[in-house]
């Protein structure tokens, strides 16, 4: 019945219902004209009784800013927005925070800076800027977001919004340097080819309609793909048009390094050999990332070893694939490093000092649960991330529902609800756990062997009831058993990634370029100056463990705020308008805890 009353509404275009104490939005898939207005801001806004109006993300958001005034504790508040890719999490964040910039607008102007913008403008700039450079077309989102996103509204005593601050996650990399068949790289690539002035053309040597490996699908042209907006926004954030021009330079140095090519050497003690070709795009990467194109090859395609009593420095020519891996890790570390440091400049054009704000609200729009015919260590991250929410609700919602009737002496029979501990102390448990087996594989640094890895896996986790393995695949594998489903996940490759390793050399060679941005990006530390020889010995810290300890110092936060749940859902897999698929929504209710949240409020008492 739950399915049968959103299809409903869905079909005389009511695309939001309450559901507990979740608010259920339907993906429209078309713009609604004056559902997101500033009128509609106002009704909702001044409203006696916000929530007696129609189910909407502005009741929530003005329920939570209520919440806030009260002073009722916690004080502080979050909205978490979850779904799948493409249900309309990062629409609606966006929507929610030009709420807030309206009805929570600061009434005096900071420090009275000219070019920097009032911190209401400059918290809903930041949107385009991180959408441009970590946004991406995929196979079921033209603009899905490829990182995690926290974002904290903060308001002073007066509960204006004073300040902001953003926290990322986990960045999807890899995607600089490889898309899958049909997709697209991050958006700011197809803005800068397609968006350059003439003048900026022969600056950052990009002809119009040269072919770039790393650029496919840009003849599709997509909304996203507006240079100009982008361009301000940043500006805005306090970025000028001379930093502006130097990350596009070094993007389209990424564009160049990308098609460099190489083939095998004559003779294996020689480097290979850089197909002829692709010489002058090592030579434009080169002039482009300002580092000399000898230093580059050499990086690329030489590595260092240290063996013997003496320690002594051997060169060791590098294969093809290894040269191929070094190019596409140094377009990705850059890429990170660069998306790191916008995050940092936004922060502190948003920042205040803590003793300006009294409370904050909290939105969070991060990745939904996946499940593809492959999936690796992102999908682990992500389902990891998902498993732990879904915890936070179950924890907040189901057991202090239930806590309270009890509390009160109400007659109560208890609904078997599933909690995923179980789960949880599979993927990050302590001593034994995925994620700790991982780790411990890299610590060892031997040369894995994933046939090995999964018996040591199996053998050493298989009380857990939500482990078991595909035993008809021939690749080595484990599935877990999700809240929301099982998922396969393949071990080739994953302690590497977990690794995520990069050579010294390309450290070496991005810390001595000449770009002033680059040299921001990579600053030559103490303790690797010169040497390449303890670089190799610095302390790994794992891909899963720094997400771990992102996304524990996140639940904390969260758990010290009063929730607020937005469930986005996708209502069917084109992303097409006025289609209702029930079988698809039905899976994401039951996917986002919706439908046991009901069977609870119903079964309870609901009003009160
Ligand atoms: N409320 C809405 N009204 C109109 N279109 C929407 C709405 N929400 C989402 N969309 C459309 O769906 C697309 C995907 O939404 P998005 O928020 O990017 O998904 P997610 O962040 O969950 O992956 C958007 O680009 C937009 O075209
Ligand atoms: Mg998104």
Known sequence: ??????????????????????????????????????????????????????????????????????????????????????????????????????????????????????????????????????????????????????????????????????????????????????????????????????????????????????????????????????????????????????????????????????????????????????????????????????ELLESLRIRMITAGKQQQVFKKPCSRAECETRRDCLAKVIYAKLFEWLVLVINESIYADPSVWTSFIGLLDVYGFEAFPENNLEQLCINYANEKLQQHFVAHYLKAQQEEYAAEGLQWSFINYQDNQNCLDLIEGNPLSIFSLLNEECRLNRSSNTDLFQTRIEKALSNNQCLSRNKFSKKPNFIISHYAGKVCYQLAAMVEKNKDPIPPELVYVLQNSKDSLLQKLFPVTERNQNNIKTQNRAAVVTVVSKFKGSLEHLMQILNSTTPHYIRCIKPNADCKAMTFKREEVLSQLQACGIVEAITISAAGFPVR
């Open 1 to 294: 019945s739950v399915l049968k009353c959103l299809q409903a509404r869905y079909t005389v275009n009511l695309f939001y219902t309450n559901a507990g104490c979740s608010l259920v939005a339907l993906n429209p898939f078309q713009p609604i004209s004056c559902l997101y207005s500033p009128e509609l801001m106002r009704e909702y806004h001044v409203a006696l009784r916000p929530q007696d109006l129609k189910p909407h993300i502005f009741a929530v958001a003005e329920q939570t800013y209520r919440n806030v005034q009260s002073q009722i504790d916690p004080v502080n508040q979050s909205i978490i927005v979850s779904g799948e890719s493409g249900a309309g999490k990062t629409w609606t964040s966006r929507c929610l925070m030009k709420f807030y910039a309206s009805v929570a607008a600061s009434v005096l102007c900071p420090k009275g800076n000219e070019t920097v913008e009032r911190i209401e403008k400059r918290v809903l700039d930041s949107n385009p800027v991180m959408e441009a450079f970590g946004n991406a077309c995929t196979l079921r989102n033209n603009n899905s977001s490829r990182f995690g996103k926290y974002i904290q509204l903060q308001l002073d005593r007066f509960h204006h919004l004073s300040s902001a601050s953003i926290q990322t996650f986990l960045l999807e990399k890899t995607r600089v340097a490889y898309q899958a068949p049909n997709e697209r790289n991050f958006h700011i690539f197809y803005q800068i080819t397609k968006g350059a002035t003439a003048e900026e053309r022969l600056e950052w040597n990009l002809p119009e309609g040269a072919d770039y490996r790393w650029l496919p699908n840009s003849e599709r042209n997509l909304d996203e793909d507006c240079f100009a907006v982008t361009r301000d926004a940043m500006f805005h954030l306090g970025i000028d048009r001379s930093t502006q021009n130097n990350i596009f330079k070094v993007l389209s140095g990424l564009l160049h390094l990308g098609n460099v090519q190489f083939s095998h050497p004559v003779d294996e003690s020689q480097p290979c050999e850089v197909e002829d070709k692709t010489k002058d795009f090592v030579k434009t990467a080169g002039d482009l990332l300002k580092i000399p194109v000898e």
